[in-house]
């Protein structure tokens, strides 16, 4: 079993059509059908059930999917270890972050690494499922919410960073120098849609307090969510440093929230088994080091 068949395979799995499939490695159909025959000829057992039209995945073929991850990330682990052996500083560094972090926070420390290292390609893909990512090893890296321990991850943490609420200058609340969670239950606000991760923290603290926000427009988008604020369509409760980039806006004023107050928890993550080269143990030393500052060395 060869790590191009396990490439056919996945391509297969992926789109569930062996055409698409096809075109996708550039290769023909007949082909593709060809050496996934083969493929389960030397495994014993069919992979795929091809009803009419439709292919469905069979039991084996969900394993193998499992392990054949981890064979093709093994592959890229051994080519990346002896490209930077041989070339020193370059590759490609796969990172997964919150939207929120990406849009506002990481830019300045991109362009750092950039400067420090310009032949390492840098790919932040912006995703509210970053475990997800780091475990399909579609990503070296992920910064997400922490989650609960898990063997196959190394996770650290990076800090702690509470709610704040952001209105609008003309606001009757812009005036106060902190609001509770209750006097927020009939003010009109603009959040994410329910099942995003930040909307999800917050109504979790509400429920607990027997509390239920009220939303005028959802949108999965901060910068949608800054914009209708600074329009004064509603407020809405985000992370307190989403404006750390732009601290000098008069068009929007931050709160801090007393009592219950909702907080998120973000930590590095990244596959306990795959090669860290030295480009990427450079870029996550220093997003351990940026959140640190962020946060005031605050690790949770």
Known sequence: MDNRNIQYFMAVYEHLHFTKAAESLGISQPTLSQQIRILEAELGTPLFDRIGKK????EAGRLLRLYGMKMLQAERDAKSAIKELLSGNRGTVRLAVLPSDLDFQLVPLFIQF????????????????????VLSHRVDFGIGLQCSSDRRLIQIPLGSEPYYLFVHPSSELAGRKFVTL???ERHSLVMYPRGFLGRDLVDEVCRDEGLSLTTVMETSSATSLLQLVSAGVGATIQPKGLLSQSPERTDIVSIPITGPTPMRHLELMYCADRFIGSSQQQLT?????????RYGGQLR
Do not use: C, G, R
């Open 55 to 58: 292919v469905a995945v069979t």
């Open 114 to 133: 950039n400067s420090t290292y310009p032949d390492i390609q840098l790919q932040a893909i912006s995703t509210i499922q970053v475990q997800e990512e």
């Open 182 to 184: 209750q006097q927020l």
């Open 285 to 293: 030393n220093w997003l351990i080091e940026f959140f640190q500052q």
